[in-house]
């Protein structure tokens, strides 16, 4: 089996596992389904699912490694845009394909709910929001350059600001194709960003 082959096969079956216990998750509840009832219903061993997933919160919050992986594919391979310009195009990219991490996605309420009930999910998205601020500042400068940590702070608060305002229209209604179509509030959350906060009031 060459390497292609395989990674191929791994990637399946991490996701096949992930669909199942999500769809487990949403019908049960997150806190009343068992790592065994997913991997009997994913048709592999209980060992197999902490192989690819070492925290059973992490089978329904799986997105963590693309998240620092799109943000580090925007900041590496940004060219002559400066750091707040690469990561203010990968967030209109993301919102205009209607992808996950964008927040502008159908059903989005559905996901965000098994998260409000369950202290351990939400517990793992902060460790998860850590993890991926820390990975921001290795690109920026390093653990150990106080301005890393204050753009990577900044840069990740802006990303979030756009994920919930995406979120929020379909919470609120708005179909996923039509936020998809929205621009403004991107620009304005990376203008503020850019700008400072010296001249804005509330």
């Known amino acids: 089996m060459d390497m292609g082959l395989r990674e191929r096969k791994k990637r399946e079956t991490r996701e096949r596992i992930s669909t199942v216990a999500t769809e487990l998750f949403i019908a049960r509840g997150f806190?009343?389904?068992?790592v065994a009832e997913v991997a009997e219903a994913a048709e592999v061993s209980k060992m197999t699912v902490f192989n690819y997933f070492p925290r059973k919160e992490d089978l329904y919050l799986d997105r963590?490694?693309?998240i620092i992986e799109v943000l580090s594919t925007a900041i590496t391979g940004r060219g002559e845009l400066s750091v707040t310009a690469a990561v203010r195009r990968m967030c209109h990219q993301l919102t205009a394909a209607n992808h996950a991490l964008s927040g502008a996605v159908d059903g989005f309420g559905v996901f965000w709910g098994v998260i409000n009930a369950s202290p351990a999910l939400q517990l793992r998205l902060l460790e998860h929001l850590r993890n991926t601020e820390e990975a921001l500042v290795d690109l920026l400068g390093g653990q150990r350059d106080p301005?890393?940590?204050?753009?990577?702070?900044?840069?990740l608060a802006t990303v979030r600001s756009v994920f919930y305002a995406n979120a929020r229209a379909i919470l609120?209604?708005?179909?996923?194709?039509?936020?998809?179509?929205?621009?403004?509030?991107?620009?304005?959350?990376?203008?503020?960003l850019e700008s400072g906060l010296g001249q804005h009031t509330w």
């Open 64 to 66: 963590h490694e693309e």
């Open 31 to 34: 806190d009343a389904v068992t």
């Open 172 to 192: 609120d209604g708005t179909p996923a194709k039509t936020v998809a179509r929205r621009r403004a509030h991107i620009d304005k959350a990376f203008d503020l």
């Open 147 to 155: 301005r890393a940590w204050q753009v990577a702070g900044m840069l």
